[in-house]
């Protein structure tokens, strides 16, 4: 449904939000980032879209992480001893700061 009020109405930001949060919940995590780049090229500042990638992006790299560590870690370690609060605002602080690279390419 989402899909054809965008085909009608593609700068409705709203709709995309949306959109990308179902396509996340339903595991397709590409289709949902790229709707929610989607937003941020429109709205460079939006924290929704901001909020959701980094959650996409924590949710690929845990699965990486968790993949390597089976190969290469005695079980019971972890090798990021931070708070999951710092690991989230470091993953937040990298998309801004990846958010206004974009927008200063865009400006020149």
Request: charged content about 30%.
């Amino acid at each position: 449904m989402c899909e054809a009020g965008l085909a009608l109405h593609p700068a409705y930001l709203s709709a995309r939000i949306t959109l990308g949060r179902a396509l996340f919940e339903l595991g397709r995590l590409d289709d949902a980032r790229a709707e929610f780049l989607r937003v941020l090229d429109a709205a460079p500042d939006n924290l929704v879209a901001v909020g959701n990638l980094a959650e996409i992006h924590q949710r690929t790299q845990r699965g990486y992480r968790r993949a390597s560590e089976d190969h290469t870690q005695a079980p019971g370690k972890n090798r990021d001893a931070r708070s999951a609060d710092e690991r989230v605002l470091s993953e937040l602080q990298a998309w801004l700061d990846a958010i206004g690279q974009r927008r200063l390419a865009r400006q020149q």
